[in-house]
């Protein structure tokens, strides 16, 4: 996020993140009410957010887009795959930058980074070949215990090197606006796993508050670490926050140990969703449960993988990439169109729904006429953010194509393999420590 911060300004920034984080949360609960009428008009138990399209699409009120139900939940399915490897992509990238730049202090000679992110493939695939989900349970538990210690000791260090010294910027100019928004696009990361959370509650209607607290907490957690980064770094920040902690020092270079760990624990996490999804479907055409061809065919997708990695070694280039064509339709394209779809089919009388109902209660017991005040105020607020989502999801995509291939061929250009923004030693971090 300081990232993205820095493409904004320090006041612009926050404010922005602010808006984006309340119009995801419109259109992520706008979804959940979705899935649940679906789910109740067709029988079923569950949905997830392919079948949210595919229903929404396939029951429309407008015919001439019916036959394209199948591929609605195609594309929604292919990108959160997409999504979910270009995640499994920058961990190579994040994990073999940090461990060069620890270990560049004690071995001068370590190669660059794309030679790291080969060797990586072996332990990263070794990792992947746990069958069960119910096998990661503890590998996710550690990750997370991991993850606190990495935040906290990030914090330690930007919160005991707070200065102005370096040029701070209130605002930036509109031309940096689409780096900011695929990137923050990018940060939410987490909009595939909300219907699947929502269908494994026991208390189903209590989901809606509850992700408004999530999202509340993601968006403050983002802001925090945006202005604490930008604050103690400035123009100089990476993409990956890590690379500006300075060398010698220890909570510093125990950050970088302990979040190369943390990925490691949660990369076979990451792989494992696509692989649900790709090896039925291997399995369903070909006909086969072969173990070896399963495993053989994990090796396979990992070493693409590898091989992207390699090529594209720029975190904030995969970022962009991820947020223009993958998160920011995710985010603000696909559900907007999923609950316009769905509310059409109540004008056309099929039953009653209620699409705006953010909060539960007198919303969801008012007859049509005699809503209350506060009801009328969240449906009229929902509405104008399935609106807003929309117009923004196009502008993102738009915008952050040329930005995106600017930025790739500014990389390549300029970027060098003893920069510190891909694992080279921080010597400017030495006078900051």
Same mark, same amino acid.
């Given at each position: 996020m300081p990232w993205a911060v820095s493409h904004s300004g320090v006041v612009i920034g926050p404010i922005l993140i602010c808006m984006l984080v309340l119009i995801s949360l419109m259109t992520m609960s706008g979804l959940v009410e979705c899935a649940r009428w679906h789910s109740r008009k067709i029988g079923l138990h569950h949905m997830d957010y392919g079948d949210v399209a595919y229903h929404s699409v396939h029951s429309s009120s407008y015919e001439v887009i019916r036959p394209l139900a199948t591929a609605g939940r195609r594309v929604v399915n292919a990108s959160i795959i997409s999504m979910q490897m270009g995640a499994c992509c920058i961990y190579y990238v994040v994990i073999a930058q940090n461990i060069r730049q620890v270990a560049i202090e004690y071995w001068p000679g370590i190669p660059e980074d794309r030679v790291i992110i080969a060797v990586l493939w072996v332990p990263l695939t070794i990792a992947t070949f746990n069958r069960k989900l119910s096998g990661f349970h503890w590998i996710s538990a550690i990750g997370n215990l991991l993850f606190l210690l990495s935040v906290a000791l990030i914090f330690k260090y930007l919160w005991t090197h707070l200065h102005l010294?370096?040029? *701070?910027? #209130?605002? %930036?100019?509109?031309?940096?606006?689409?780096?900011?928004?695929?990137?923050?696009?990018s940060c939410v990361e987490g909009v595939c796993t909300i219907l699947p959370l929502e269908n494994s509650m026991k208390s189903k209607e209590l989901f809606i508050r509850v992700l408004c607290v999530a999202f509340a907490l993601v968006g403050v957690f983002m802001i925090v670490v945006g202005i604490s980064g930008y604050l103690v770094f400035g123009s100089s920040i990476c993409a990956n926050l890590t690379l500006n902690l300075p060398l010698r020092d220890g909570y510093s270079e125990a950050a970088k140990v302990v979040l190369v760990l943390v990925l490691f624990c949660t990369y076979p996490i990451q792989f494992y969703v696509p692989m649900g @999804?790709?090896?039925?479907? *291997?399995?369903?055409? #070909? &006909?086969?449960?072969?173990?070896?061809?399963? +495993?053989?065919?994990?090796?396979?997708?990992?070493?693409?993988?590898? @091989?992207?990695?390699?090529?594209?070694?720029?975190?904030?280039?995969?970022?962009?990439?991820?947020?223009?064509?993958?998160?920011?339709?995710?985010?603000?394209?696909?559900?907007?169109?999923? *609950?316009?779809?769905?509310?059409?089919?109540?004008? &056309?009388?099929?039953?009653?729904?209620?699409?705006?109902?953010?909060?539960?209660?007198?919303?969801?017991?008012?007859?049509?006429?005699?809503?209350?005040? %506060?009801?009328?105020? #969240?449906?009229? +607020?929902?509405?104008?953010?399935?609106?807003?989502?929309?117009?923004?999801?196009?502008?993102?995509?738009?915008?952050?194509?040329?930005?995106?291939?600017?930025?790739?061929?500014?990389?390549?250009?300029?970027?060098?393999?003893?920069?510190?923004?891909?694992?080279?030693?921080?010597?400017?971090?030495?006078?900051?420590?």
């Amino acid at each position: 996020m300081p990232w993205a911060v820095s493409h904004s300004g320090v006041v612009i920034g926050p404010i922005l993140i602010c808006m984006l984080v309340l119009i995801s949360l419109m259109t992520m609960s706008g979804l959940v009410e979705c899935a649940r009428w679906h789910s109740r008009k067709i029988g079923l138990h569950h949905m997830d957010y392919g079948d949210v399209a595919y229903h929404s699409v396939h029951s429309s009120s407008y015919e001439v887009i019916r036959p394209l139900a199948t591929a609605g939940r195609r594309v929604v399915n292919a990108s959160i795959i997409s999504m979910q490897m270009g995640a499994c992509c920058i961990y190579y990238v994040v994990i073999a930058q940090n461990i060069r730049q620890v270990a560049i202090e004690y071995w001068p000679g370590i190669p660059e980074d794309r030679v790291i992110i080969a060797v990586l493939w072996v332990p990263l695939t070794i990792a992947t070949f746990n069958r069960k989900l119910s096998g990661f349970h503890w590998i996710s538990a550690i990750g997370n215990l991991l993850f606190l210690l990495s935040v906290a000791l990030i914090f330690k260090y930007l919160w005991t090197h707070l200065h102005l010294s370096t040029p *701070i910027h #209130f605002a %930036k100019p509109i031309d940096e606006l689409p780096v900011f928004l695929t990137t923050t696009a990018s940060c939410v990361e987490g909009v595939c796993t909300i219907l699947p959370l929502e269908n494994s509650m026991k208390s189903k209607e209590l989901f809606i508050r509850v992700l408004c607290v999530a999202f509340a907490l993601v968006g403050v957690f983002m802001i925090v670490v945006g202005i604490s980064g930008y604050l103690v770094f400035g123009s100089s920040i990476c993409a990956n926050l890590t690379l500006n902690l300075p060398l010698r020092d220890g909570y510093s270079e125990a950050a970088k140990v302990v979040l190369v760990l943390v990925l490691f624990c949660t990369y076979p996490i990451q792989f494992y969703v696509p692989m649900g @999804i790709l090896w039925p479907m *291997i399995e369903e055409k #070909f &006909r086969t449960s072969n173990i070896y061809c399963e +495993l053989g065919f994990k090796a396979a997708i990992s070493a693409l993988l590898c @091989i992207l990695a390699i090529s594209l070694p720029f975190v904030d280039s995969i970022i962009a990439l991820a947020g223009t064509f993958l998160s920011a339709p995710l985010q603000f394209i696909f559900p907007p169109a999923i *609950i316009l779809l769905t509310w059409s089919q109540q004008n &056309r009388g099929d039953a009653r729904w209620d699409a705006y109902s953010v909060i539960q209660g007198d919303c969801d017991s008012a007859q049509s006429g005699s809503l209350s005040r %506060k009801c009328r105020f #969240f449906r009229f +607020l929902h509405a104008w953010s399935i609106v807003i989502a929309l117009l923004l999801g196009v502008v993102t995509v738009i915008l952050g194509l040329t930005s995106t291939i600017s930025g790739i061929k500014r990389n390549y250009e300029l970027s060098s393999a003893s920069s510190s923004c891909r694992g080279g030693a921080n010597f400017s971090a030495y006078h900051l420590a």
